[in-house]
RNA sequence: GUGGGUGUAGCUCAAUUGGCAGAGCACUUGACUGUGGCUCAAGAUGUUGGGGGUUCAAGUCCCCUCACCCACCCCA
């Protein structure tokens, strides 16, 4: 064959798409109940969005951006994520704040591919917009630790940060700076880049010198503001009453430039080096950086590919070979039509039923609708097609009954399995 | 962008020091002309990822290339 998928993309096979259809009915089940409602944006954007939003400092704007000009001679890109487009529809359109939007959309980043990480995936997000206060924070990572244990992510756990605001983390960055730059000689190249352009990401480093030096380095923590402080604790707080266990990593950045605050992570032991689920945070000035009026806004989001590998174990999701309700076997070219009739009649009725259109004996048709999985066959021959009754195989049990179409529809027999 | 691994039938995989490309599953047909799953018999299927080189001879050795997987990086 001459066509191949494209590096980094992925067909999404009916048992997958049914899994995937069941993971999108639980979350909008979820997210509907606590005031959020669905919102869709562009797939593709002005590449300005991104850059001023997600931030020239990001890998996602510096690297990994599917960037590309339309004929009006526009600077474009497909969306590597969510919030920014979100935010824009908000101020676009004069939404009502506060406002709680959720949304499945396809993101694109040009990255290498490896287990986890597509250049295509799609990421269920939801965004509490309009509400600086911590309780927010706290509700959001509720509803995320409900919904990840509900779907059952193996090993699953939360860190939890916050990386102050516009007043406090300007003199922390300058304390980490400093210290950096007495070690200098002694980080690794990469780190002595990170410093100059955005020295928090430093502590992402693995080099075990590195780590080493980081170890004495001065703690965001003992920096925050007392805003910042009095709100990480609130939402730390709110989390502990709901019983919901996490880790406090002080190291925990997120590459995306414009959080403030709340950060959060839901990882899973079982993804291998791609081991975040979901990611979020505060992000109060974001709007102001669009341009916009000052507007804060908390939310997360999470890769639908990863949650359901990571759901694999304990998952919900049931990956079952589909089945047929009910098929129909006509035999004889007059059948054919006659059963094609009778089928519209039966889902009209509200059933479930197809027509077997391959030509063939009883003994060859019994043995294509066991291999397509139908639960139940109706047989119609010229026999049948006189009397007007007809039979009905359980294909389970073998079990037949003769049954005319008004019983056939009244006693619903195709929905049962 | 940088490493490592893997590419043989639809799927899972064999093929000795370089010596006729194979098996199981799945598929098709028949035994069984209106009663499947079991059994038996027969059948179809390949540019051995692609290109070049060495050789009488390459799935096997060498070079290039592509794809996938895993990891670095980063992230969902």
Redesign the pocket.
Known sequence: MRF???????DILPLEALARRELEQLVFSRLSRSGFQPIHTPTFEKFELYQRSTGES???VIK?MYRFQDMGGRDLALRP?GTPSVMRAILENHIKLPVRLWYSMS?F?Q?????????E?T?IGAEIVGEAEPEADAELIKLGFDLFSEIGIDGMYMELNSIGCRECRPTYQVKLVNFLKKHSSEMCE?CRV?MERNPL?VF????ASCQDILKSAPSQRDHLCKECKEHFDKVKKGISAFNIPYQENDRL????DYYSRTVI??KSTSL????????GGRYDYLAEEMGGPHIPGTGF???V??ALLASKGEGIFTYEQPTIALLILP?GSDATSFALDLVFKLRKAGLEALVEFRS?????M??????RN?RKVL?V????MASGVF?L??????E?RELSFEELIESQDADSS
């Open positions: 191949q998928r494209v590096k980094g993309t992925r990001s890998d996602i990994e994520e993101m980043r990255d290498k591919p490896q287990k986890g990480r597509y250049r995936h990421q990469e990170r990401r992402d480093c693995k080099v950045v997120r590459g995306l992570e839901f291998g080096a791609q081991d975040a689920v979901c990611g989001a999470f890769g590919e990863r035999l063939g004996g009883l003994s060859r019994l043995k294509r609708a066991a291999s139908a047989i021959g010229e026999d049948e039979i195989r359980d294909m389970k049990s073998g037949q």
